[in-house]
């Protein structure tokens, strides 16, 4: 398996408050890989690190190195924009643009030079038919995205990232704010394209980290308390911490 | 007393207080409609106005007023929307933010007369632009960037950081994403600032005696050369708007009806800023369904 994400001894620290303490992670090409651990360990920061997202937040100083294939992405010559091309993200709220679902879609393309009406057609189709969504959007492509419903959104916003063609895709708890059927369905789209992206999902559902992860690491407390491939970890994990964790004892 | 005792009271009061709002406002709004509409026709709109005799016109000081308008939202939308989009997305939280911030607020506070004045000296006298439509709006500029730079900078503040985010982890630039995201969802509230602004340019009396000039000399409308100084569009013209007419007609005005003109001329700036909201809004509302779905 060829690694595509590198991080070694990924510190961040919010200000003097340190929050992850010494990180390493890899990630495998063309696998899904879950992030869990209780509220507050450190998951979705460590997510946000990969895209670059945290440089948003004021006073937050990473150290350690990640790497994307060869490249550092915290070097100083990394285009944050072409990294961000690379390494697309799903967020936890539903945020599509307020414009169409089309518009929604193509935007990326559009804004990356596509013009060809019909590249950009096929690639809006192609996109909202793997999020899932198309049967249900098809006659209302124009429409403002808005209008529809949380977990509808949330597919919108996953077919916005697939049509600019990420290597990574990154997904901060994407089904949190949603019902358990709109749940599912990003779950099949996640099954479904698991074989051309590298998934990083961050969830605080164990049994959706079980159902659709390859590898699972579990973070507590700005640590990384264990990481291997996700049967073995939710059949006999290594450490007890872990243990008590997804046996429900705390978290 | 008991809590539902002194509930019943704080919803009385706070009844009570917007029943003296509303009041203030429609008793305004009917006493000057009440006095003014009888005197509106199509002659009083088409008519140049009279200095001596009855029967004059407000025809000029209208048009002068929605030119200064529009000349003054020229200049100062663009500096506007600059510093706010600044301000909101770029400016970083340190002492000197903060000095622009306290410099917008004190811009803002300056009385009309001062800032009339100042125009008068700098740009009337030291620039030799005469009393002229141009000198007036670069004052009401004045006042209108404080209060338009603010309303733009709390729409962009008001669009959800979410939306950034999705625009910065898509691979948009920062600017690509001010630019083609937020503030297409900052046009409502960008349209409802300009509205407000526009309202107190249309209003505005003091600063323009001083600037725009209280003679509204006879223009040709069929002229449309700018830089010709019969011509409607010279902007270094000296133009008395409806405000100063009012003003005029109230302190030194010699013709038999003046009452019955500034009442009728308050009517017409009442009415003009009412339909200014109005279209404004609607032309907010078309425009935002126009930028956010395709077709």
Redesign the interface.
């Known amino acids: 398996m060829t690694k595509i994400i590198t991080s070694n001894d990924v510190h961040l620290y919010y200000g003097k408050k340190e929050a992850l303490h010494g990180i390493n992670l890899d990630f495998e090409e063309h696998q899904i890989t879950a992030l869990i651990g209780p509220s507050g360990c450190g998951k979705s920061t460590y997510l946000r690190c990969l895209?670059r997202?945290n440089d948003?937040i004021?006073g937050v100083t990473i150290t350690g190195s990640i790497k994307l294939e060869n490249d550092d992405i915290y070097a100083s010559q990394m285009d944050v924009?072409?990294l961000?091309?690379?390494v697309?993200?799903v967020?936890q709220?539903p945020?599509?643009?307020?414009?169409?679902i089309?518009?929604n879609v193509a935007?990326?393309l559009r804004?990356?030079g596509e013009k060809d009406k019909h590249v950009l057609d096929e690639r809006v189709e192609t996109s909202l038919k793997q999020a899932a969504i198309w049967d249900e959007v098809k006659d209302h492509l124009?429409?403002?995205a808005l209008a529809f419903s949380g977990g509808q959104q949330q597919r919108i916003?996953v077919a916005?990232?697939l049509a600019?063609q990420?290597e990574v895709i990154l997904l901060d708890e994407p089904t949190s704010a949603l019902d358990p059927i709109s749940s599912a369905k990003i779950e099949d789209t996640l099954m479904n394209i698991r074989h051309q992206y590298t998934v990083i999902i961050v969830t605080h559902n164990m049994q959706q980290a079980s159902r659709i992860s390859d590898k699972t690491a579990f973070l507590l407390n700005g640590d990384l308390v264990e990481f291997s491939k996700t049967e073995k970890m939710f059949i006999h994990p290594d450490d007890e911490k872990t243990s008590d964790y997804l046996n429900g004892k705390f978290g | 007393m008991n809590s539902k005792t002194s509930n019943n009271i704080a919803t009385g009061v706070i009844y009570a207080l917007v029943a003296a709002v509303i009041g203030i406002l429609v008793f305004l709004l009917g006493y000057i409609l009440w006095t003014g509409i009888p005197h509106i026709s199509w002659h009083f709109l088409t008519s140049a106005a009279q200095s001596f005799r009855a029967g004059g016109g407000v025809r000029d000081q209208l048009f002068n007023s929605m030119y200064l308008l529009v000349l003054t939202l020229i200049i100062s939308f663009p500096i506007a929307l600059g510093s706010g989009i600044y301000l909101s997305e770029y400016a970083p939280?340190n002492w000197f933010t903060g000095l622009i911030r306290t410099a917008v607020e004190v811009l803002s506070s300056l009385p009309s007369v001062v800032v009339g004045l100042f125009g008068y000296l700098l740009f009337v006298i030291q620039f030799n632009m005469g009393f002229s439509i141009l000198a007036g709006a670069i004052a009401l500029t004045f006042f209108n960037l404080p209060l338009l730079t603010r309303s733009i900078e709390e729409s962009l503040q008001d669009v959800?950081q979410?939306?950034?985010?999705?625009?910065?982890?898509?691979?948009?630039?920062r600017w690509?994403t001010i630019t083609?995201?937020v503030l297409?969802?900052a046009v409502p509230g960008i349209l409802t600032g300009i509205i407000l602004s526009a309202g107190r340019v249309f209003g505005e009396a003091a600063a323009l005696i001083y600037t725009a000039g209280q003679s509204a000399p006879t223009v040709n409308y069929g002229d449309w050369n700018p830089v010709d100084p019969a011509s409607f569009l010279n902007p270094l013209r000296p133009a008395e708007t409806l405000a100063v007419h009012i003003w005029k007609l109230n302190t030194e005005g010699v013709t038999p009806d003046a009452a019955a003109i500034s009442s009728g001329a308050s009517a017409v700036l009442i009415v003009v800023i009412l339909l200014f909201n109005l279209l404004a809004r609607m032309l907010g509302n078309w425009m935002y369904k126009k930028?956010?779905?395709?077709?």
């Open positions: 895209n997202m948003l004021k924009v072409n961000r091309k690379r697309g993200m967020f709220q945020n599509p643009f307020p414009f169409s089309y518009e935007y990326g804004l990356a124009y429409e403002n916003c916005r990232v600019v990420p | 939280n959800s979410l939306q950034r985010e999705a625009g910065l982890s898509l691979g948009l630039s690509k083609g995201i297409p969802a930028m956010t779905a395709t077709r």
